[in-house]
């Protein structure tokens, strides 16, 4: 036997080559995928949890503190929780409060005191030492920074029973961020004490509380489903046990804990189904060439398996050869290649470790290859010749039957994997504990490629074949090489196939990635708004509205600054977001998606009110200050005073400054474009009838005298200058679609609602699927351009400042901006770049975005070698069969050139027809496979949806190398044969 394999080994010595390098890359790749998937998951669950709040990452147990039973209800509640942090390690922490105190001799000092056992190295002492049990006074430690220093002494009452308190400082303490989710944070000024000491304070309104915390970074994605349902027994029937045994009222605390657990292990699911299937493409691939392979050598070797038919050997003695053959090729292939994978692979900054899930990778694959390799021997040692037997009828008719029979199982198969991905987004947005993944949802993109690959190789293929023979030719070349290629089907069908797959794997997976990289910068464009999000700080901290806008303007690189507020509300009981930002403008000139508005619908989305250059007063370019004086009309002004301006396209600006006396005055510098009008100054008091003498002047320079009421009297006091506004009855609005789902709006519907709690009516001007805008939501709610919808919200009585500012800012100058805005507190309390949220989803390996980006190009230049190889291997295969169709041709007239010519067109016919209608089937898959395989951080579907992209230069240029190689083989070949003969 073995004598048998080595001389049919050494007949055949370049095929089995490539043979043997294309089971070493599929077992490499494959097995450095699946090396490399637990660490990629570890590394996307440890990025995930280190985000959840300190807040939502435990679970807390509270009850009022009892002195005589704290040591009964301790035990009890422990017991409960060290079953959470059993799993994977972590703590109970116990945390004692007392109720308020007030301190003598210090105005409004307050404190309270806590106890904390379990979590001391959480709190640092800077400055003294820890306090002690048993002092007298009481030893405590003071918040550092706190107006208590140490050695002070304390004298306390407590609010609720009178308790007095006698205590010294000798120590100051504070806590790292993190730390904070051992105890939580504290609602004021706090002293900390032994918990010995605690029953000395302790007195109305003092509770104990519990917190168990997991240690998380330490949790593996065996063990999250574990923590889970420990968590949400922990939350239900735990906290009654622990009740029951103390004998008193214990309840837990809300938390998030299970929700963000539940949310992880979803998102492991579709990491996992998305890491895999690469891996199922890259083996369907490298199967259907090995057993292309393995039928050509089947076929080369026919006299052989004849003769020994003839000898009496079985089905048995004719494909053992072949089955030791290819044992010792898959066996040594999976045997190395975890090794080779270790060394070539990487995933980002991960190398495939020695594993066993390597070997059993590899292992995988070399049972997929040994099956391709084996499955045609097998096949055609059971069969024997006996289809060739037939009468051509009945040879055609197996062949038509066997053709039916494949069209309806690749399309039965298509079409399930179709509907599992329609539903892979019901399948992971569903809560989920599931460890495992669906095989079939696993393979349904390499499914779909096959069912797509095989049909239009059985079927459209042969018909492209034979149009290109029946249509005119030119030269013996040509009109030979196309007709040779059309009139076998059998044999250069099952090549194409080949051909269409690796083509079709390159095109996937260039397309999918491409465009997941598109839709990933679009998510950041739908959650920033702009180049950059400003969010104030509270408003209490904030500089100032004003002052805000005239920094943000002035800082180098900012290109334009777009107010925006923003409101919650319900419509038919559906909460929906409101924003009102400027269109166009910062964030957008297309803020909706493509096609969302009519003509009509963006003219009356984008009217502007104040577009009149005859309404307002003009104010001078180079204008620094502008005041207004409206004293000597017995008018009262609020607080602060709005003031409404528009530049010549109508766009409103409001400022609010504060009022003095009668008047008002505010900085211009950097504020308002050129050209720019004061349309209106809102008053404090309701209007009167006749005209208003107000006096505005910039810089000294005085602008007007007079103004004219807006409203009717009675109505808010709002005072404008020269021609009055035309409002409109109706705000333009853009609704989602469940939003008009919910309260039964089209298109030219009207309603009413408070917008930033002033009624308003608004018209519906377009319903779109989302909004593309910034929103922690999937874009549900409505939109108002300021431009229109301003100037009606002012008149009602708007003076609020913006909930946020939109940045546009030049590329080389983001940087800068962000630094010089964290010096402002006052201005900004966090900054959101499109770049910063561009870069978290590149990456956050639970979007698949940079690990199935890399896989992706893996895959696809695994399967441009295994494809080129085969493509060799078919060359050398068939050099017996070229040599005996160009001995009849020579035998007719043809020379070399011509034979060289004739084979070269049918080769570039097939592969060229396979590369075509491969490149066309790949990019179908990705058009069908894009939304599943482009999720979110959460495992949700991405919104906005993804669009489809195609990098032509990036698909054809590797499949011209994959066709030009072997091409290059074939004409070498032929002058080498060419010269022998001479």
């Known amino acids: 036997m073995l004598a048998l394999v080595l001389s049919r080994a050494r007949a055949h010595p370049a ?35 280190a985000e959840i709040p300190p807040d939502d990452a435990v679970v807390t147990y509270v009850t009022t503190y009892d002195a005589a039973d704290s040591a009964a209800h301790d035990e009890a509640v422990r017991d409960e929780l060290d079953t959470v942090t059993a799993v994977a390690g972590g703590e109970v922490v116990r945390r004692l409060d007392s109720g308020t105190y007030d301190q003598a001799g210090a105005d409004g000092a307050t404190w309270a005191f806590t106890a904390i056992t379990g979590a001391d190295d959480a709190i640092a002492y800077d400055a003294g030492r820890a306090p002690e049990a048993g002092g007298d006074p009481l030893e405590v430690a003071v918040p550092t920074g706190a107006d208590a220093a140490v050695g002070d002494a304390l004298s306390l009452r407590n609010r609720a029973d009178d308790r007095e308190v006698e205590a010294v400082v000798v120590g100051s ?108 493409l890259l083996l369907l691939l490298g199967a259907a060439c090995l057993f292309l392979v393995a039928s050509a050598l089947a076929e080369n070797r026919r006299d052989e398996a004849a003769l020994m038919r003839s000898r009496g050997a079985g089905p048995r003695q004719l494909f053992s050869p072949t089955l030791v053959e ?36 590899a292992a995988i694959a070399g049972a997929v290859c040994l099956v391709a390799l084996v499955l045609p021997v097998v096949l055609r040692a059971l069969t024997g010749d006996r289809g060739e037997q037939l009468s051509v009828e009945k040879q055609r008719r197996r062949r038509l039957t066997a053709l039916v029979a494949a069209v309806l199982l690749v399309s039965v198969l298509g079409a399930l994997a179709v509907l599992q991905l329609r539903g892979f987004g019901d399948v992971v ?110 408003s209490a901290l904030r500089a100032g509205a004003t002052e805000e806008q005239s920094f943000l303007a002035g800082l180098p690189g900012v290109t334009a600054v777009a107010p925006v507020r923003r409101d919650e509300t319900f419509v038919e009981g559906v909460p929906a977001g409101v924003l009102v930002a400027p269109l166009p403008g910062a964030g957008d000139p297309d803020a909706l998606p493509p096609g969302a508005l009519s003509s ?134 853009v609704l989602t679609s469940a939003v008009a789902s919910a309260a039964s709006l089209e298109v030219g519907g009207t309603f009413s609602l408070d917008v930033l709690g002033y009624p308003t009516e608004l018209e519906v001007v377009a319903v779109v699927p989302y909004l593309r805008t910034a929103t922690e939501s999937d874009g549900d709610g409505m939109l108002l351009d300021s431009g229109s919808a301003l100037p009606s919200l002012f008149v009602a009585g708007l003076g609020s400042p913006p909930d946020e500012w939109w940045l546009d800012v030049t590329p080389d100058r983001t940087a800068d901006v962000t630094a010089a805005i964290g010096e402002r507190p006052d201005v900004a309390e966090s900054v959101v770049s499109a770049a910063g949220v561009s870069a978290r989803l590149d990456d956050d390996p639970s979007t698949g975005g940079t690990a199935l980006a890399e896989l992706l190009v893996l895959t696809s230049g695994g399967g441009l070698v295994v494809g080129t190889l085969l ?56 058009r069908v496979t894009l939304v599943s395989m482009t999720l979110g951080p959460d495992g949700r579907l991405l919104v906005p949806a993804p669009e489809l992209h195609v990098p032509g230069p990036s698909i054809a240029l590797p499949l011209l190398a994959m066709a030009l190689v072997p091409l290059l083989a074939m004409v070498v070949l032929a002058r080498l044969e060419g010269g022998s003969r001479r």
């Open 15 to 49: 095929p089995l080559l490539a043979v043997a390098v294309n089971v070493l890359i599929v077992c490499t790749l494959v097995a450095g995928i699946g090396a490399t998937l637990p660490l990629v998951q570890q590394a996307s669950l440890r990025s995930r949890l």
């Open 173 to 280: 303490w504070s806590v790292d961020p993190a730390g904070a989710t051992s105890f939580g944070s504290f609602d004021g000024p706090t002293l900390v004490l032994p918990a010995d000491d605690f029953e000395a304070v302790s007195g109305a309104g003092s509770s104990a509380k519990w917190r168990a915390v997991p240690a998380l970074d330490r949790l593996d994605a065996t063990s999250l489903d574990d923590l889970r349902r420990t968590a949400s027994a922990a939350l239900g029937t735990g906290v009654e046990r622990a009740a029951d045994a103390a004998s008193a009222t214990i309840r837990a605390e809300p938390t998030a804990l299970t929700t963000q657990l539940a949310e992880r292990s979803r998102e492991l699911v579709v990491l996992r189904a998305l890491l895999l299937v690469p891996a199922a």
């Open 326 to 361: 290819s044992l010792a090729l898959c066996g040594a292939a999976v045997a190395v290649s975890p090794l080779v994978a270790r060394a070539v692979v990487r995933l980002g900054d991960l190398r495939p470790p020695l594993t066993a899930a390597a070997w059993i990778a």
């Open 429 to 538: 947005t569903g809560a989920t504990g599931a460890a495992t993944v669906d095989p079939f949802l696993v393979t349904s993109p390499a499914l779909l490629l096959l069912a797509l690959a095989v049909l239009v190789a059985l079927l459209v293929l042969p018909l492209v074949l034979r149009a290109l023979a029946l249509g005119p030719s030119r030269g013996v070349s040509v009109a030979l090489g196309t007709r040779f290629a059309a009139r076998a089907s059998g044999r250069t069908v099952p090549l194409a196939l080949v051909v269409i797959l690796a083509s079709g794997t390159l095109a996937f997976a260039a397309t999918q990635r491409l465009s997941s990289a598109d839709a990933r910068e679009a998510r950041a464009g739908f959650e920033v708004g702009s180049d950059l999000r400003i969010l104030p700080p509270a």
């Open 600 to 733: 009509a619908g963006r003219a009356r989305l984008l009217d502007r009110p104040l577009r009149d250059p005859d309404t307002g007063v003009a104010i001078p370019d180079d204008a620094t200050r502008l005041s207004v004086d409206l004293s000597g009309n017995g008018l009262a002004l609020d607080d602060q005073v709005g003031l409404l301006f528009a530049d010549p396209d109508g766009t409103p600006t409001l400022l609010t400054a504060r009022a003095r006396r009668a008047g008002v005055e505010v900085d211009l510098a950097g504020l308002l474009a050129p050209d720019s009008r004061l349309v209106a100054v809102r008053t404090g008091t309701p209007a009167r009838r006749g005209p208003v003498r107000v006096v505005v002047s910039t810089d000294g320079g005085r602008l007007t005298e007079r103004g004219l009421w807006l409203r009717r009297p009675g109505d808010p006091g709002v005072v404008t200058f020269g021609s009055p506004p035309s409002l409109p009855a109706t705000v333009p609005v």
């Open 871 to 926: 493509l060799l291997s078919v060359v050398l295969l068939r050099r017996r069969e070229r040599a005996t169709q160009d001995r009849t041709l020579v035998t007719v007239g043809a020379r070399r050139r011509d034979l060289l010519g004739v084979t070269g067109v049918e080769y570039a016919l097939t592969t060229g027809a396979g590369m075509a209608l491969g490149v066309g089937v790949g990019i179908l898959v990705a």
